[in-house]
């Protein structure tokens, strides 16, 4: 996975038809999960929503939301919300595939958009949705993580988090990761 590029991980994300899940009163929405290389190795852009954030405060996750009524589809609607929350130019972003829906728990069905974008860009953060945002190694993502408890929105769950360089990511954002991990390691 080190030395991935945009051409190997287009071939397998290609390589199986994804799973759609169309929404019982699910509300549609589209993340971008940006891909780069950064010191010889494919890394994943995050974001970190802001804490006073409605929904996902203060968690670590991809740029995304909610379908608009104007969007024509999810490759539109991912590439409208990066813009908007971290400035990416959507003509700097090489699509390469999208992963499987995900169905959330607050009631959305997700669809993930993985892009390249080039390394060294400078992000505009969009100071009421976005704190930080960080570059981790994708290849971090590709050991099973262990399970354990963590506290959000005044309740305990129990999620397979992902600890990379001091970052914990988890939720719909670690089963995104865990799931584009397992597509490019298959041969």
């Given amino acids: 996975m080190q030395e991935m590029g945009p051409d ?25 999960v940006p891909l780069l290389r950064r010191d010889g190795a494919a890394h994943v852009m995050l974001t970190l929503r802001q804490a006073a ?3 996902h405060g203060g968690q670590f996750a991809f740029p995304g939301g909610r379908r608009d009524e104007g969007d024509r589809d999810a490759v539109h609607t991912a590439l409208r919300e990066a813009h908007e929350e971290v400035g990416l130019d959507p003509a ?3 699509v390469l595939g999208m992963l499987d829906d995900h169905s959330t728990s607050t009631g959305f069905v997700v669809t ?3 892009g390249w974008i080039p390394s060294g860009l400078r992000y505009r ?3 009421d949705e976005v704190a930080q945002v960080v570059e981790l190694p994708l290849a971090a993502f590709s050991a099973l993580p262990r399970a354990r408890t963590v506290a959000a929105q005044g309740h305990r769950r129990i999620v397979l988090p992902f ?20 597509r490019l390691a298959a041969r």
Avoid: F
Wanted: hydrophobic share 55%; proline share 4%; glycine share 8%.
């Fill in 92 to 94: 700097a972003v090489r």
């Fill in 163 to 182: 600890e990379v360089q001091g970052h914990l990511v988890w939720g719909a954002t670690a089963a995104m990761l865990r799931e584009l991990a397992a």
């Fill in 53 to 55: 954030m409605r929904r």
């Fill in 112 to 114: 993930p958009v993985v």
């Fill in 125 to 127: 953060l969009s100071e």
């Fill in 8 to 32: 190997e991980v287009e071939a397998r994300l290609g390589a199986r038809a994804r799973v759609v899940r169309a929404g019982r009163g699910e509300v549609p929405a589209a993340v971008l």
